[in-house]
């Protein structure tokens, strides 16, 4: 039978009885007795949570801090998300009597249910969530659509099921826990499927829930992420991908807590993203503005408006390792110290979409730039870069205006026709956008650095945007060449190869043409 063994998960943390964990205290025992305020968020991600073996090894790392009295965000297992995504999308042209057959639905149930048998949870926790997934599943069958208000309610089972298995592990070893929908407790978002925003009136709904069902009955709240509740439709919400990031900080922000906890499957926020090249170090310290700029420019590791609330609250953010929870993280906090700071982080956003707008001088300069953002208003387009001179301006396009997909062809084609009004355009696709986030009191020294690496290794920069927080700086490429780019520029700000003690040979400077 599965436990939860406190004593191997005191020796992973390192905590000895009493310990310190990157800055949180340690002792033994198991919570939830009441009396002090909930103290801080522990969000975990569905990279922490994959199988039940991973949700016994989160329970133990929950159940080392007894003395903190913890608000737990959890995400949908695994992949659960992308499952469920992708089981809607089939469900649209498979015909009703073909649901039960739909390799993701079968993929998303059996994890389930294999979680609860082996937890020895009763099947009853999810039977009827699955039950409920199967109808609406077959009902978009029926339908064969499937519009972004069903998507969200179909995405929310991944949340509502994780929670609720989570909950009812704690409570059978005698750990009071109590599940939470987030759209029940006082989530309050916009009506924008897929994206929606957290309203202001969260915080204090929240904040009451959550408060009032503690003093009354101490148990530790287990909440969906990544879910709310329209205002106006009054229907589930999602909060974009990753939002379960942003449900954690709001928690953090309503309640007043000390500490918000982001757990995830790498040892912090690192130098650059590990799959674009494995030698990434960990950052140990970021300020508020550094993270959102990662996260705004496609850092996969924390959502681009959870910072917000953080900031707002000023309520440290520390993101650690459910797989290594030794390893210190990063604490993300309003300052910290930039005299040795030059570059923190490199991010690779590809794939992008560029555009150069050219007056044709029907309009003056205002009225053009006014113009041309008026057309990205009307047609919901939001822009990433942006790089002007008087009668021209190039912008990159935000892929992730709804969340999963790109922008499809049919839009670029409107926006460009749009343009073509009061402009010359000129659309640039396969582009790739890298962010160097650092110091603002350095950056002529990163772009003395970073243009004297990309000389070298040949390639052309295709525009330069630094934003107003001057904390990051944008270099678009071409694709194809992005990759090379991020791992020299890493070598040189990251692992101490000088680009500027290098001779560049003439071979180098050939330029490679774009593929
Ligand atoms: N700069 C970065 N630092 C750390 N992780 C990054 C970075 N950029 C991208 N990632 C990716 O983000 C992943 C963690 O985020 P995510 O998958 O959202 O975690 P979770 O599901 O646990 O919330 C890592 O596994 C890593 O692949
Ligand atoms: N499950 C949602 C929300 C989320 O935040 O997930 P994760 O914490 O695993 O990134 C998603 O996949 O987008």
Excluded at 251 to 261: H, M, T, V, W, Y
Excluded at 341 to 350: A, E, M, N, P, Y
Excluded at 432 to 439: C, H, M
Aim: aromatic content about 6%; proline content about 4%; glycine content about 8%.
């Amino acid at each position: 039978m599965a436990a939860v063994d406190f004593a191997r998960c005191r020796a992973r943390i390192g905590a000895d009885g009493n310990g310190v964990l990157g800055g949180v205290a340690v002792q033994g025992g198991t919570g939830a007795e009441g009396g002090d305020q909930l103290s801080v968020v522990m969000k975990f991600g569905g990279s922490s949570l994959s199988s039940a073996a991973r949700m016994e090894e989160v329970a133990g790392l929950i159940l080392a801090f007894p003395e903190e009295r913890p608000v737990v965000v959890l995400s949908a297992m695994g992949m659960t998300t992308n499952l469920l995504h992708l089981a809607g999308e089939t469900a649209v042209g498979c015909g009703v009597n073909h649901v039960s057959g739909i390799e993701e639905w079968n993929m998303l149930k059996d994890l389930h249910i294999k979680t609860v048998n082996e937890l020895g949870l009763p099947r009853s926790v999810i039977d009827t969530l699955l039950d409920e997934l199967e109808q609406l599943l077959k009902s978009v069958a029926m339908m064969k659509e499937l519009t972004l208000r069903t998507t969200d309610y179909l995405l929310s089972f991944g949340e509502r099921m994780s929670t609720r298995i989570f909950a009812a592990y704690l409570n059978k070893f005698g750990v009071k826990a109590r599940q939470c929908d987030a759209f029940d407790i006082g989530f309050i978002t916009s009506d924008d499927f897929g994206n929606a925003d957290i309203l202001e009136a969260t915080y204090p709904a929240v904040a009451k829930r959550l408060h009032g069902d503690w003093i009354r009955d101490p148990a530790i709240p287990i909440v969906t992420g990544f879910l709310g509740k329209g205002w106006k439709t009054g229907v589930v919400t999602t909060l974009g991908r990753g939002g379960s990031d942003l449900t954690a900080t709001t928690i953090g922000k309503a309640l007043g807590l000390r500490e918000i906890q982001v757990w995830k499957d790498v040892d912090g926020v690192l130098t650059c993203d590990p799959n674009i090249y494995p030698n990434a170090k960990t950052v140990p310290y970021l300020t508020f503005d550094e993270a959102s700029e990662l996260a705004y420019f496609g850092a996969q590791v924390l959502h681009p408006q959870s910072m917000r609330p953080a900031r707002e609250g000023d309520i440290p953010v520390r993101v650690k390792n459910s797989y290594n929870p030794k390893a210190p993280g990063t604490l993300i906090t309003k300052k910290r110290d930039m005299d040795k700071v030059v570059l923190t982080s490199i991010v690779l956003k590809s794939n992008v979409t560029m555009l150069d707008i050219v007056s044709t001088r029907m309009l003056g300069q205002f009225g053009f730039l006014a113009k041309v953002f008026s057309i990205f208003e009307d047609l919901g387009i939001s822009v990433d870069c942006v790089a002007t001179s008087e009668v021209s301006i190039s912008v990159t396009l935000d892929p992730s205006k709804i969340w999963s997909r790109e922008l499809i062809q049919q839009e670029l084609d409107h926006v460009v026709e749009e343009l073509e009004k009061i402009a010359f355009v000129h659309l640039l696709q396969q582009r790739a956008i890298i962010s160097l986030i650092g110091n603002v009191r350095q950056s002529s020294l990163i772009l003395e650095k970073a243009f004297h690496v990309l000389r070298k290794s040949g390639v052309n920069v295709q525009m330069i945007s630094q934003g107003a927080s001057k904390v990051n700086m944008s270099l678009i490429v071409h694709d194809s060449e992005a990759r090379r780019c991020v791992e020299a520029l890493h070598q040189t700000f990251f692992e101490g190869v000088d680009p500027l003690s290098t001779e560049i040979d003439e071979e180098d400077l050939q330029p490679i043409p774009p593929a």
